[in-house]
């Protein structure tokens, strides 16, 4: 869990840091770091995912038992948008080739993935869940 809490933490502190480079690209003259349309989303992109983070992190400290379920709604948002992603990339490919071969390529591969880090989370319940008192 250590080592998770020090990725939650980097993440979320990355993400405050994009909120404030987006905050500076609004009010400043822009620098081409941003597209100025995309300035607003991208700064509540970033606050949201700190947010996210930092309740994560939270909920790890203090061990609660909706912390570990919410990892499984993490786990699950995390494979749904990788495939949609995998999907539009292979939408790019020439007309000729057929982009669902791909598509389904990757979310066997993601759901691969999604299966071995399901194991290891399933293994992290003892963390959360606190034994009974025998009284």
Same mark, same amino acid.
Request: charged content about 15%; some cysteine; overall charge positive.
């Given at each position: 869990?250590?080592?998770?809490?020090?990725?939650?933490?980097?993440?979320?502190?990355?993400?405050?840091?994009?909120?404030?480079?987006?905050?500076?690209?609004?009010?400043?003259?822009?620098?081409? *770091?941003?597209? %100025?349309?995309?300035?607003?989303?991208?700064? +509540?992109?970033?606050?949201? $995912?700190?947010? =996210? !983070?930092?309740?994560?992190?939270?909920?790890?400290?203090?061990?609660?038992?909706?912390?570990?379920?919410?990892?499984?709604?993490?786990?699950?948002?995390?494979?749904?948008?990788?495939?949609?992603?995998?999907?539009?990339?292979?939408?790019?490919?020439?007309? *000729?080739?057929? %982009?669902?071969?791909?598509?389904?390529?990757? +979310?066997?591969?993601?759901? $691969?993935?999604? =299966? !071995?880090?399901?194991?290891?989370?399933?293994?992290?319940?003892?963390?959360?869940?606190?034994?009974?008192?025998?009284?």
């Amino acid at each position: 869990m250590r080592l998770l809490r020090a990725f939650l933490t980097l993440f979320c502190v990355w993400s405050f840091v994009d909120c404030i480079i987006a905050i500076h690209a609004i009010y400043s003259p822009h620098s081409e *770091a941003y597209f %100025p349309s995309r300035d607003r989303r991208v700064m +509540a992109g970033c606050l949201v $995912a700190g947010l =996210v !983070y930092a309740a994560a992190l939270y909920g790890i400290h203090k061990r609660t038992a909706m912390t570990w379920k919410l990892g499984w709604v993490f786990l699950a948002a995390n494979y749904v948008g990788f495939v949609f992603q995998v999907h539009s990339s292979m939408l790019k490919v020439p007309q *000729a080739d057929n %982009p669902w071969v791909p598509t389904a390529a990757g +979310a066997i591969a993601g759901a $691969a993935v999604v =299966v !071995y880090w399901g194991y290891w989370w399933n293994r992290q319940r003892s963390y959360f869940v606190e034994p009974a008192s025998r009284e």
